[in-house]
């Protein structure tokens, strides 16, 4: 049985999926679901599964994201990736492209219900 050792979540966007929503004040992986925002979910179920390297893209170290990360228990297992202009899907992945050890990885989308 193949593995995934490691896991792409990009959370670089323009602030723009929902917008309607977030009025633009935050981000929209920072949007609560239950006790916490919707992007706790995405990276605690990454680590739960058993992957081994955990790449979280935002656009720079000071995003509303990574700060939020980083005050978490398991921020110890993520690595950050920048992408400093939101250039797509393909332009994030292309940020990860060496660090991705195996034939496979996960792409999880943190603002997706």
């Known amino acids: 049985m193949k593995t995934i050792d490691d896991v792409v979540i990009p959370a670089a966007g323009s602030r723009r999926s929902m917008e309607s929503i977030t009025q ?11 006790n916490h925002p919707i992007i706790y979910y995405s990276i605690k179920d990454a680590i739960d599964s058993g992957a081994k390297n955990v790449y979280l893209i935002v656009t720079s170290p000071n995003s509303d994201v990574e700060t939020y990360v980083r005050s978490q228990d398991f921020s110890n297992k993520v690595n950050f990736l ?10 994030a992945l292309f ?9 496979f990885f996960a792409l999880v989308f943190p603002d997706t219900l």
Not at 82 to 91: A, D, E, K, N, R
Not at 95 to 103: F, P, Y
Request: glycine share 14%; aromatic share 4%; charged share 15%.
């Open 24 to 34: 633009g004040r935050l981000s929209s992986q920072l949007l609560p679901l239950g």
């Open 95 to 103: 940020q990860a492209r060496e660090l991705i050890t195996g034939d």
């Open 82 to 91: 920048y992408q400093p202009q939101p250039l797509g899907i393909t332009h």
